[in-house]
């Protein structure tokens, strides 16, 4: 099993940054997608970005694709979400989650590039990201 914790949220204003980080303990990630989903108060959980363990290709949501960088430290057996230009629209509490490469074949088998948060199978405890006007 793999157990994951978030870290590196905060309180920042709008057009500043911050990096997310997603810290795994049990297995190595070599093996698994791991994706950043985010849930603002009263709105359902939405993914944000994910990448590959296959390739190391990355996906992000529309909203974000020019600010946001997902990467992965292999050595460190972390995955990273680098957070620029901020908006107050980005506040929410952040979740990494984790699913085996055998799910990611199927996500690619069917074409199915944005998976759900229920194709996850490990998911972290969250952290608070609040960008101010």
């Known amino acids: 099993q793999v157990q994951l914790v978030e870290s590196g949220g905060g309180l920042v204003q709008s057009g500043g940054s911050l990096r997310l980080s997603c810290a795994a303990s049990g297995e190595t990630l070599d093996y698994y997608a791991i994706g950043w989903f985010r849930q603002a108060p009263g709105k359902e959980r939405e993914g944000v970005s994910w990448?590959?363990?296959?390739?190391?290709?990355?996906y992000y949501e529309d909203s974000v694709e020019d600010r946001f960088t997902i990467s992965r430290d292999k050595a460190k057996n972390t995955v990273y979400l680098q957070m620029n230009s901020l908006k107050p629209e980005d506040t929410a509490v952040y979740y990494c989650a984790a699913a085996h490469d055998s799910k990611e074949t199927r996500w690619h088998l069917w074409g199915y590039y944005w998976p759900r948060s229920n194709e996850y199978d490990y998911w972290g405890q969250g952290t608070q990201v609040t960008v101010s006007s």
């Open positions: 990448i590959s363990s296959r390739d190391g290709s990355t």
